[in-house]
């Protein structure tokens, strides 16, 4: 039997990886720095095999994560973040002809309903298959993925990758039915009848609306709506030489203009409420959009889709804005400027602000409650609904997140699923007590911390705008195992003994990063004092102090000492511990 939620509860103590910022910042805490390690020494497979441990989608994520790791990442102070998210591509993009999917497997355990094979569904599904469950995804789509395929166009996301993925998670023994939509091919009262839990895991597809006058005329489509006919195949409006006026500033909207400029479009616009510093999508998708030729508009906002014929779209009427105080998320809010209204022609208007999920399914017989705004009502920690068995995560409670997190939601509903179902069967623990190791920080690259930050090369964009080929290349080895190389390995935390320290300065004299400095001597006698007539042991100032946000790990300060007084401490998980294995475990 597989232990993958157990670690994954393991995972969530923040002793593991105290000091670690880009694994503490990682929504499912990866072990980055373990990862980089490997491809810095060339072994892509175990990369690959170590992202998996916590990270069911790790070639998804390698494109389309929103690299919460890097945001913490130690190596900013110095120049700039280690690329983590291209590394991990690399390691699944390299270690292709060498890992091996798992052997077909068939579970004993109880039967598991979940509805949705999007991010969230699938992760809960991939964690407890590995504990021995039968989950049943059903999907209402031909094909799995959820957003990720249906949503994300496959410039960004090749549809092999997917599907590659999505094979591993059916050989751990997860079962997915396609073109199955819950309350029209099957009912959710026959899913209670048959499965001992269900998840609710459908995403969040339906387009929310401008609620603007002429919204319903045509030649408006709706961001989500239209990915969603570009990613099936389906039948497009004609594009050749037409202008099109896509309102938003998230990913979505970056999707369909650029899918639109693939298509044809002679023209296309995105209308953005705010300034350039507000949207939320970064710096590098707005300017591969603008070298595709989009035009940004900033600081407009629709009033109305008008009309020449009351028919058909021609355009969109814009008032300017202007910025106001920061709202709730602590960007300014825009506000009107009166009297600055005017029309920007278009043959197609195309809302991409939000997306919400469909609650179609959800009627007043299921027993589900509601919350006032029309969502399904969960327990935040748990996802637990008010029926005991059923459960909700990811985009469907909260609306349209990135995957990292998504997935981060689909673990943690896994946990609680499993929880509930044990309880039946005895109970089960897994103890993995924490080591201390005073290991050597392993060796560096010569110039390590003068290595700049590498870049992936783009396809050339002739090619961008007549294709739907992936955008971006995979670092060649070589880059990747440099780029691997900018790592500090933070797991190795300085550490220091003030009752054997002389204080001879050389640890101070050799740090080229001057993170570490003396207290002065006054301040270290009064402290010795203070704590003498009070009974304590010396606290508080101490001979050498650092700051830790500044510490490349050169270990020059270590090696220099002459008591052995400075250390690099790395903490590692402990072994394992098996009671009571529960029944039907492999």
């Keep these: 039997m597989s232990d993958s939620k157990r670690d994954f509860e393991f995972l969530s103590d923040p002793k593991v990886y105290e000091g670690v910022p880009c694994q503490t910042n990682c929504p499912v805490h990866t072990d980055v720095e373990g990862y980089i390690k490997f491809i810095s020494e060339g072994n892509f497979d175990a990369a690959h095999r170590l992202i998996r441990e916590t990270n069911p989608f790790p070639a998804i994520c390698g494109r389309i994560c929103q690299h919460w790791c890097e945001r913490g990442c130690n190596r900013r102070m110095v120049d700039q973040s280690v690329s983590i998210m ?23 355990l109880e039967r598991v309903a979940i509805i949705g094979a999007g991010p969230a569904g699938l992760t809960t599904a991939h964690d407890l298959a590995k504990l021995g469950y039968r989950p049943t995804v059903f999907e209402s789509f031909p094909h799995p993925g959820g957003m990720m395929r249906y949503g994300i166009p496959a410039y960004r996301l090749p549809r092999e990758v997917i599907d590659f993925e999505v094979e591993y998670i059916k050989r751990l023994g997860v079962e997915i039915r ?17 499965y001992k839990a269900i998840l609710i895991a459908a995403g969040a597809h339906k387009a929310v609306h ?53 298509l044809g479009a002679k023209t296309v616009y995105i209308v953005y409420r705010r300034t350039r510093a507000e949207i939320p999508v970064n710096e590098k998708e707005i300017h591969e959009a603008e070298e595709e030729g989009i035009i940004f508009r ?29 709202d709730a998320s602590g960007r300014r809010k825009p506000r009107a400027v009166e009297g600055s209204e005017f029309v920007l022609e278009a043959d197609y208007v195309m809302p991409a602000v939000s997306q919400a999920p469909d609650m179609s399914f959800i009627t007043g017989k299921s027993g589900l409650r509601l919350t006032n705004w029309g969502t399904l009502d969960v327990k935040s920690d748990t996802f637990e609904t008010n029926l005991p ?28 699923i499993d929880a509930y179902l044990r309880n039946t069967r005895g109970e089960y623990k897994v103890e993995k007590p924490l080591e201390k190791l005073n290991s050597q920080v392993p060796v560096k690259k010569a110039e390590y911390d003068n290595i700049q930050r590498h870049y992936p090369e783009n396809i050339n964009i002739d090619m961008r705008l007549k294709t739907f080929e992936e955008v971006e290349r995979t670092y060649d080895k070589q880059d990747a195992m440099e780029e691997a190389a900018r790592c500090f390995q933070c797991s190795h935390t300085w ?38 007539n009070i009974g304590l042991t010396q606290q508080g100032i101490t001979g050498v102090e650092i700051d830790r946000d500044l510490c490349i790990r050169c270990t020059f300060c270590s090696q220099v000492c002459p008591t052995d007084s400075i ?8 072994s394992k511990t098996k009671k009571g294995v529960p029944e039907g475990s492999k």
């Design 495 to 532: 550490t220091y003994n003030s009752e054997t320290c002389i204080l001879c300065g050389n640890c101070v004299d050799v740090c080229p990063q001057r993170c570490l400095g003396m207290a002065e001597l006054s301040e270290l006698e009064f402290n010795r004092l203070y704590n003498e």
């Design 567 to 574: 250390d690099f401490t790395c903490y590692k998980k402990g």
């Design 298 to 326: 900033y600081l407009e906002a629709p009033l109305e889709v008008v009309s020449k014929d009351g028919v058909n779209a021609s355009g969109l009427k814009l008032i300017k804005n202007e910025l106001g105080e920061p």
């Design 210 to 262: 401008m609620k603007v006058p002429g919204e319903d005329l045509k030649g408006v489509y709706h961001g989500a709506t239209f990915m969603r006919l570009v990613n099936l195949g389906h039948s497009l409006p004609p594009m050749s030489g037409k202008v099109v006026a896509v309102v938003g500033g998230g990913f979505t909207a970056m999707d369909v203009s650029r899918s639109c400029i693939r």
């Design 86 to 108: 291209q590394l991990k591509r690399s390691a699944t993009d390299y270690s292709n002809s060498t890992f091996k999917l798992p052997e077909q497997r068939y579970n004993t």
């Design 389 to 416: 068995g059923i459960y909700a995560t990811g985009d469907f409670i909260t609306g349209t997140r990135d995957v990292i997190n998504v997935v981060a939601d689909g673990h943690r509903a896994a946990i609680s």
């Design 178 to 194: 396609y073109n199955t939509a819950v309350g029209k091919d099957i009912q959710f009262h026959e899913l209670q009848a048959e």
